[in-house]
């Protein structure tokens, strides 16, 4: 005998838009036009910090100096590297939750909780120093998130979320072992 399926699980949100005909039809993915809209301006504050702590390492890259100059140099690269590939994967996701990105400085001075890199680029450890407190920053940010987008069933933004979180608690932690004496 076989055996039914499972009847589809019906969404409890409602379409923001009835399709019409002309244009794009309303975006209808299970999540409110509220939640969407929150989690949206939250993950564009996780783009803002992440955009300004991509500055202020590869700024660092830059100036750094003294007896660490090679393994800092290398590392920064590493570093700035993953966090230029990080931005886009979150501006995509406020995209597909239907809001626009932010992308100026200007919104990203507004919008980040994290200081601009220092006019006068400081001493090697201070930067270290600097950039534990950025990823520190941008986890805190990150996990900020976690219960709107559990309660609105968020999945791929709670994946997105637990990747961003991986890599920051890590770095800060290698950076952190940096200052140990």
Request: aromatic letters at 6%; proline letters at 7%.
């Amino acid at each position: 005998m076989a055996k039914k399926s499972p009847s589809p699980v019906k969404s409890t949100a409602k379409p923001s838009v009835k399709p019409t005909g002309k244009g794009a039809p309303g975006i209808q993915i299970g999540i409110s036009d509220k939640d969407r809209a929150a989690i949206a301006q939250g993950l564009s504050k996780l783009l803002a910090d992440t955009y300004t702590l991509y500055l202020t390492t590869h700024n660092f890259h830059w100036n750094v100096t003294g007896p660490m100059f090679n393994s800092l140099h290398a590392m920064f690269m590493a570093q700035y590297t993953e966090l230029w590939n990080a931005v886009d994967p979150v501006a995509e996701r406020i995209r597909s939750l239907g809001h626009k990105a932010p992308g100026s400085y200007a919104q990203f001075a507004q919008l980040s909780s994290l200081p601009d890199a220092p006019a006068t680029p400081p001493k090697a450890l201070d930067m270290v120093r600097i950039l534990v407190d950025g990823h520190e920053g941008v986890a805190r940010t990150a996990r900020a998130l976690f219960d709107l987008v559990d309660q609105a069933s968020d999945e791929p933004t709670a994946d997105l979320l637990t990747q961003r979180l991986t890599v920051h608690e890590q770095t800060a932690w290698m950076l952190r072992s940096l200052l140990e004496e």
